[in-house]
């Protein structure tokens, strides 16, 4: 039987009410053996995987008379890949790969973008429908363009996606955002970082060989190497295999000179905490939405799903044969296992390098100090919103202020949490009023300045614009953004991605008055269209 698109997306309703008592909170961190099936002889040791890439993905280069265009075609597919020593582990990735390739472009090179669902229609392991979105996290993308949850390409769809890449240099990430099982389709693989560069960042920062993505996630195994999905009654899912790119608890060389790397946070629920073994600096230089202000040394820092924190690593006066491990301290409510207090190790090695490459030796201090996010400063008459996250004991589900998705959608899409006008500036006050859980908080569409938690200043790390904030136990968290440059509808959800699917996703409508005709509608301006490209 074909699975239509009202299919679709009524069984994503349906899977999301009813649910069984949430598990608990922990209160603190839980540390336990390892929830993987795997042998002995099967499961990874840390630091015997070669560190691997991000391959780059080349695309099709073209231009009109705005300028220059990459075109890029994309096919979601189901594979096979060696994570494991001794096993393939079945995965859904982009063109089947997983890690899936990494797109770079300039700062004012448009991207089109041709993604095709070419999945089966349930989920091989889990029996979940495969309809998916394709969200360019870190984007100001028009709404029918920025993976609106509800607007879904079923399998032997294709749906055509426009990037503007005007905004300033940052590392944003693609990945599924189908409605009510964006975990399970990013659990098995459907993520990879896309990097938009400027002239301003190449400039001060590492680049090439030296400027090094980081894609970390986590996974438990079954005994014949297939992926685990338990994510406690839609608490948050916590395996005890850390990846990076794809690669269990990899081992990098690295040269005697400073190293920029892009973290980004792909685990559906863990928070890291990540710090180098000898204690030793790093220098935080870029947060979601790009360059800081000015550099910030910190030796830990708090790093919740989603989040993408730039830094660099001084190599330069160590011996060669020097082991500096990037070892994961944890937060409070994750669950921790035998080994998921290591994220990767670094050997130091005394090969050659350009040395003429000003950037080996400079840790640059000032780096956008006129920034335009964080130079907003707000005034008394700066509209406050409050935005609750909590849970509704009744019903078990997640929700922002009362309201879920399943609100969203029984009002045919009109039900906005906000709705400031275009060019607003607006403060939001996020409250976790969940209990024991952290929720990282993802606004699409803008970045924002954090102005206070609790009332006492961000960390120093946070001082850069942000897409998504780290919402702790208890915390009352206040941002401040102005609105733009779209007018539309676009979401607000929580990060941890199980919480997102069941039910903590609102939305809100920028520049739209009731009878406004929304010419960007983000499900009916461009939907998905039958793929009848049977070459791809």
């Known amino acids: 039987m074909k699975l239509t698109?009202?299919?679709?997306?009524?069984?994503?309703?349906?899977?999301?009410?009813?649910?069984?008592?949430?598990?608990?909170?922990?209160?603190?961190?839980?540390?336990?053996?390892?929830?993987?099936?795997?042998?002995?002889?099967?499961?990874?040791?840390?630091?015997?995987?070669?560190?691997?890439?991000?391959?780059?993905?080349?695309?099709?280069?073209?231009?009109?008379?705005?300028?220059?265009?990459?075109?890029?075609?994309?096919?979601?597919?189901?594979?096979?890949?060696?994570?494991?020593?001794?096993?393939?582990?079945?995965?859904?990735?982009?063109?089947?790969?997983?890690?899936?390739?990494?797109?770079?472009?300039?700062?004012?090179?448009?991207?089109?973008?041709?993604?095709?669902?070419?999945?089966p229609p349930v989920h091989p392991a889990f029996g979940t429908p495969l309809a998916i979105s394709t969200h360019l996290h870190g984007s100001a993308s028009l709404p029918q363009y920025?993976?609106?949850?509800?607007?879904?390409?079923?399998?032997?769809?294709?749906?055509?996606?426009?990037?503007?890449?005007?905004?300033?240099?940052?590392?944003?990430?693609?990945?599924?955002?189908?409605?009510?099982?964006?975990?399970?389709?990013?659990y098995s693989g459907l993520a990879s970082q896309y990097h938009l560069h400027d002239p301003v960042e190449r400039a001060l920062l590492p680049q090439g060989e030296?400027?090094?993505?980081?894609?970390?996630?986590?996974?438990?195994?079954?005994?014949?190497?297939?992926?685990?999905?338990?994510?406690?009654?839609?608490?948050?899912?916590?395996?005890?295999?850390?990846?990076?790119?794809?690669?269990?608890?990899?081992?990098?060389?690295?040269?005697?000179?400073?190293?920029?790397?892009?973290?980004l946070?792909?685990?559906?629920?863990?928070?890291?905490?990540?710090?180098?073994?000898?204690?030793?600096?790093?220098?935080?230089?870029?947060?979601?939405?790009?360059?800081?202000?000015?550099?910030?040394?910190?030796?830990?820092?708090?790093?919740?799903?989603?989040?993408?924190?730039?830094?660099?690593?001084?190599?330069?006066?160590?011996?060669?044969g020097t082991r500096i491990e990037l070892k994961n301290l944890s937060n409070p409510n994750n669950r921790d296992y035998d080994n998921t207090g290591k994220i990767m190790a670094f050997d130091v090695v005394d090969d050659a390098f350009d040395r003429s490459d000003a950037t080996w030796s400079a840790i640059p201090t000032l780096l956008d100090p006129g920034n335009e996010v964080m130079a907003q400063v707000p005034t008394s008459s700066t509209k406050v919103r409050n935005i609750r996250v909590q849970r509704n004991d009744t019903t078990n589900e997640w929700n922002l202020n009362g309201e879920s998705w399943h609100d969203v959608v029984d009002s045919d899409y009109k039900k906005v949490l906000a709705n400031p006008d275009l060019g607003d500036t607006e403060i939001w006050e996020i409250e976790n009023k969940s209990g024991g859980w952290f929720h990282p908080v993802h606004i699409h569409l803008i970045d924002f300045k954090i102005l206070d938690r609790n009332g006492k200043p961000p960390f120093s790390y946070e001082l850069g614009p942000k897409d998504v904030v780290y919402v702790g136990e208890g915390e009352k968290v206040r941002v401040v953004m102005k609105f733009g440059p779209h007018r539309g509808k676009y979401m607000v959800h929580c990060h941890n991605l199980p919480h997102e699917d069941h039910d903590m996703m609102h939305q809100f409508s920028v520049g739209l008055k009731d009878t406004d005709i929304d010419d960007n509608d983000p499900i009916k301006a461009d939907p998905a269209v039958d793929d009848s490209d049977d070459d791809h």
Do not use: C
């Not at 890949?81 to 393939?88: E, T």
């Not at 685990?228 to 916590?238: A, E």
């Not at 863990?270 to 979601?288: E, F, H, I, K």
């Open 146 to 186: 920025d993976g609106y949850a509800s607007d879904v390409t079923l399998p032997e769809q294709k749906k055509y996606y426009s990037y503007p890449n005007g905004q300033k240099a940052r590392t944003l990430w693609y990945h599924d955002h189908g409605v009510h099982y964006t975990a399970q389709n990013a």
């Open 5 to 119: 698109r009202r299919d679709a997306l009524k069984i994503g309703g349906l899977a999301a009410v009813g649910t069984a008592g949430l598990t608990l909170p922990f209160g603190r961190s839980v540390s336990a053996g390892t929830p993987s099936l795997l042998s002995s002889a099967n499961m990874p040791k840390p630091y015997a995987a070669a560190f691997a890439r991000l391959e780059v993905l080349t695309p099709r280069i073209g231009s009109d008379a705005n300028g220059p265009i990459h075109y890029y075609d994309i096919a979601a597919r189901s594979s096979s890949v060696g994570i494991l020593p001794n096993l393939k582990t079945p995965v859904l990735g982009y063109d089947g790969l997983v890690p899936a390739k990494r797109i770079d472009v300039e700062q004012g090179t448009r991207i089109k973008m041709t993604m095709r669902n070419k999945l």
């Open 210 to 263: 030296f400027d090094v993505a980081l894609t970390v996630s986590d996974m438990m195994f079954n005994a014949d190497g297939s992926q685990q999905y338990d994510d406690r009654s839609h608490s948050g899912l916590w395996g005890d295999v850390i990846l990076v790119n794809g690669r269990p608890w990899p081992l990098m060389r690295v040269k005697k000179r400073i190293y920029r790397f892009r973290f």
């Open 265 to 320: 946070n792909a685990s559906l629920s863990r928070s890291y905490r990540p710090s180098l073994s000898n204690g030793a600096p790093v220098y935080m230089v870029a947060t979601d939405g790009g360059l800081m202000p000015k550099t910030q040394a910190v030796t830990q820092w708090r790093h919740g799903s989603a989040e993408r924190y730039e830094f660099l690593v001084d190599f330069r006066s160590y011996k060669a």
